[in-house]
Each structure stands twice: as structure tokens, then as C-alpha cells.
T-cell receptor
Framework: GQNIDQPTEMTATEGAIVQINCTYQTSGFNGLFWYQQHAGEAPTFLSYNVLDGLEEKGRFSSFLSRSKGYSYLLLKELQMKDSASYLCAVKDSNYQLIWGAGTKLIIKP | DVKVTQSSRYLVKRTGEKVFLECVQDMDHENMFWYRQDPGLGLRLIYFSYDVKMKEKGDIPEGYSVSREKKERFSLILESASTNQTSMYLC????????????FGEGSRLTVL
């Protein structure tokens, strides 16, 4: 079967750095997405990785290792507004998205 | 600003009632999707549509149907609501079939009593 694993919940301190991991086992791979979802709101697109390596976008970076079936989302200089759920999704060989259950990130002052 | 609008944020229905959830996008996207989101589970695809009047089953189509009569509008229909359909329903759209990110609506939280 196809599987995406993410930690259920993480806690970090304002101003710090946090890394949210995502491991996947899918039938094929055509890219990996990260989305942010604040409570009661729509998920919004953060990043897309299809090649190995690090993609940086402001305070957020996303890393991919296809050989390891692994990605992480790195959030720097954490702000209270970063408190949200972070969803990892992999596009499989049929271009269908397989979603992880999401990681709820709690930021403490 | 691009937008996906879902008609109802919160609905409460009784078992056996027919439920319509509507979704409209203003981005001229070909592809539209209905997902349900439940605690502890990843998003699960119910149905998607890649063109007007076209529809494809997703992973969990049982108990649902859809309608896409116009490009901008994609409706999800629960013919006879059941308590196990209590969930958050998310509509999304995107342009390319195999490319691009999804744009989501804010969700419709349905409670079936």
C-alpha cells in the first residue's frame, strides 16, 4: 500500500527553528508538496520538490531525498502565526496525490 | 486574488436527507476536486473532474455523487446522508492535469445527526 508518515504534533518556541519530517512509500514518485493549514482555514501551498535537494523560500525551506523516501520542511525564525498544521503530499506514478495526516505545530512564546 | 468559494461553512443535517455542497472557482481551472478531511487521516479524494460534465471516482466515492455543468462550479451531492459522512469537506481546483498546486476552499463542515 501507499503510505505517508508525519509526526502528529510538534511544539517549538517563538524565534527558534523546527524541522517537520515526512517519509513516504508510494507506487512511483512525481513530486512532493507541502501545504500549511491554519485551524478552520483552507490549506495553502508552501512548496513543491521533484528533484533531490533543498528549496529555500524565505523563512521556509523544503528538502527532498528520493532515494530515502524522505522530505522535511524547515521553518526558521518561528513566529506565532506559524502555528498551524503542515500537510505533506506525494504525487504517485498515476499523478494522484497521497496525503499524510498532517503535523500540528504549536508555537510557544 | 484567486479564490475557491464553498457555499456553506457549516451545515447540520439529519440522517437520510439529501445534501448539496457547492464550490465555485474564479481561476478558469479545468480540474476540480472534492476531498474529505477527518482527524488523524490524510485528505481523501472523493471525486474529481477534469472538464465540464466529466467526472472520475476518487478513493472513497461510495455514498457521494458530483455534478459539473459549468467550468467554474463543482457540486458534491450526498443522496442520503449518514452519520459516517460527518466530516470536513474541502473543494480544490488546479489548472494542469499533472502539474501545478491545488487551490483550496475554506471547507464545509457537515454534521449528520
Amino acid at each position: 500500500g501507499q503510505n505517508i508518515d508525519q509526526p502528529t504534533e510538534m511544539t517549538a518556541t517563538e524565534g527558534a527553528i523546527v524541522q517537520i519530517n515526512c517519509t513516504y512509500q508510494t507506487s512511483g514518485f512525481n513530486g512532493l508538496f507541502w501545504y500549511q493549514q491554519h485551524a478552520g482555514e483552507a490549506p495553502t501551498f508552501l512548496s513543491y520538490n521533484v528533484l533531490d535537494g533543498l528549496e529555500e523560500k524565505g523563512r521556509f525551506s523544503s528538502f527532498l531525498s528520493r532515494s530515502k523516501g524522505y522530505s522535511y520542511l524547515l521553518l526558521k525564525e518561528l513566529q506565532m502565526k506559524d502555528s498551524a498544521s503542515y500537510l505533506c503530499a506525494v504525487k504517485d506514478s498515476n499523478y494522484q496525490l497521497i496525503w499524510g495526516a498532517g503535523t500540528k505545530l504549536i508555537i510557544k512564546p | 486574488d484567486v479564490k475557491v468559494t464553498q457555499s456553506s461553512r457549516y451545515l447540520v443535517k439529519r440522517t437520510g436527507e439529501k445534501v448539496f455542497l457547492e464550490c465555485v472557482q474564479d481561476m478558469d481551472h479545468e480540474n476540480m476536486f472534492w476531498y474529505r478531511q477527518d482527524p488523524g487521516l490524510g485528505l481523501r479524494l472523493i471525486y474529481f473532474s477534469y472538464d465540464v460534465k466529466m467526472k472520475e471516482k476518487g478513493d472513497i466515492p461510495e455514498g457521494y455523487s458530483v455534478s459539473r455543468e459549468k467550468k467554474e462550479r463543482f457540486s458534491l451531492i450526498l443522496e442520503s446522508a449518514s452519520t459516517n459522512q460527518t466530516s470536513m469537506y474541502l473543494c480544490a481546483s488546479k489548472t494542469g492535469a499533472h502539474t501545478g498546486e491545488l487551490f483550496f476552499g475554506e471547507g464545509s463542515r457537515l454534521t449528520v445527526l
